[in-house]
């Protein structure tokens, strides 16, 4: 299997978490994508596309050996979740499946939130959008505040946690609100369950395997050009 990816290690990968807790981890080729960052390391597109492979164009995107592609976090962590030989990170059914598919909605929310206001930091200060920040801010303290109300009892680690870990983690690494609202803003003041759970989530060996650690491998475009290749190929050869 051929994951391609945004190799930061500044962020939880959530799909290489639920990889290593369903034992796949070693089972994975995995292919450092940049889709906004071109040879001088400018954010555009282009040098790493990936429209042969999906419509969407982004990652993560998970290409099986017989040239299957999947694509969209939450379809690629199910089905590798699903290959698990030990317990699965999604609950079979009841109210501890539905309770972990919200807190998977509210991680990737948390996290698409924080990646829109990361982005448009790359803006000049003058282009910037402070109604976006305005629109985003509450979504994002509101996240927050229901996962701190969570962390004080979390029971598991599940898939619900896998996704608020990966939220969680990139708002703190990346987002630089404090040009246009909360200066020196910190998700840890005022919530100490959160913040508790966070170290002890980031110490499991899932986490630990790739958080803050850079990719050590060929990130080049022409690498990322052979995968895809190597993709369409197995495509044509079924």
């Given at each position: 299997m051929r994951l391609f990816y945004s190799p930061f290690h500044?962020?939880?990968h959530k799909v290489l978490v639920v990889a290593y807790e369903a034992g796949q981890w070693d089972k994975l080729i995995r292919v450092p994508t940049f889709p906004f960052r071109n040879l001088d390391g400018?954010?555009?597109?282009?040098q790493y596309d990936m429209s042969a492979l999906t419509p969407l164009g982004k990652v993560p995107c998970l290409?099986?050996?017989d040239g299957s592609v999947l694509y969209g976090s939450q379809t690629v962590v199910e089905y590798l979740d699903s290959l698990s030989a030990g317990e699965r990170l999604y609950p079979a059914g009841g109210s501890l499946r539905w309770d972990a598919l919200r807190r998977l909605a509210l991680g990737d929310?948390?996290?698409?939130?924080?990646?829109?206001?990361?982005m448009e930091m790359w803006?000049?200060?003058?282009?910037?959008?402070?109604a976006l920040?305005?629109?985003?801010?509450?979504?994002?303290?509101?996240?927050?505040?229901?996962?701190?109300?969570?962390?004080r009892n979390p029971h598991v680690f599940d898939?619900?946690?896998?996704?608020?870990?990966q939220g969680v983690s990139y708002l703190g690494d990346e987002v630089r609100a404090d040009d246009l609202r909360n200066p020196g803003y910190r998700w840890r003041d005022g919530r100490p369950a959160l913040s508790e759970w966070f170290a002890k989530a980031t110490a499991r060996p899932s986490v630990s395997s790739h958080f803050n650690l850079d990719y050590a491998g060929d990130t080049s475009p022409e690498n990322h050009r052979r995968h895809v290749e190597a993709v369409l190929n197995a495509q044509k050869a079924g």
């Open positions: 500044r962020f939880v400018d954010f555009v597109s282009g290409a099986l050996d929310t948390l996290f698409e939130c924080a990646v829109q206001l990361s803006l000049p200060p003058e282009q910037r959008r402070p920040f305005e629109w985003l801010w509450p979504k994002i303290e509101a996240t927050l505040d229901d996962a701190e109300g969570w962390a898939i619900g946690a896998a996704g608020l870990l």
